[in-house]
């Protein structure tokens, strides 16, 4: 073993852990370095990837675990419609789904929102904001009241 090789392993693994997250990182080693050019990986930048789909599916037209997980935290009177939805080829939708000015606090919430689509399902009680997107010009429904066909046809548009 080489002497210092423990600690200058730990030192490039800390490294890599706090910038693995940057696009376009490339790692190269000094052997590499040393060898003849070669073609570098082609790493397209995060802000290009596309909005991850819930249907992006597997090979029995099941969700991704990603959209498992999101429909696991919808309230169960939204939940069969949120489903139908995702399974249509909806954009996994935020739960729940926040508005508001940060600092100030969150000043509305509804239970699942689709901000790209401006559509949203709410519990009772949430009522008042759905009222305030609603004037902001996006389509509620109460979740136990949310009928699948017409949630797909207001995610994709059409509604």
Known sequence: AVEGFGASWRAFLRAHMALQWLPGLV???SEQLLAPPAVLYDVPSLAS???????ETMEQGMLTAAAQEVLSTVDEDARSAVRAAMEAGAPIPLVPYEEGEGERGIDLAVEVGWPDARVALYLPGEEDAAAQLEAAG??????????AAQLIR??????
């Open 27 to 29: 790692t190269v080693t």
């Open 49 to 55: 990837a596309p909005t991850p789909k819930a249907a």
């Open 138 to 147: 996006w389509t509620c429904w109460a979740a136990d009241e949310a009928d």
């Open 154 to 159: 207001a995610l994709k548009g059409e509604a």
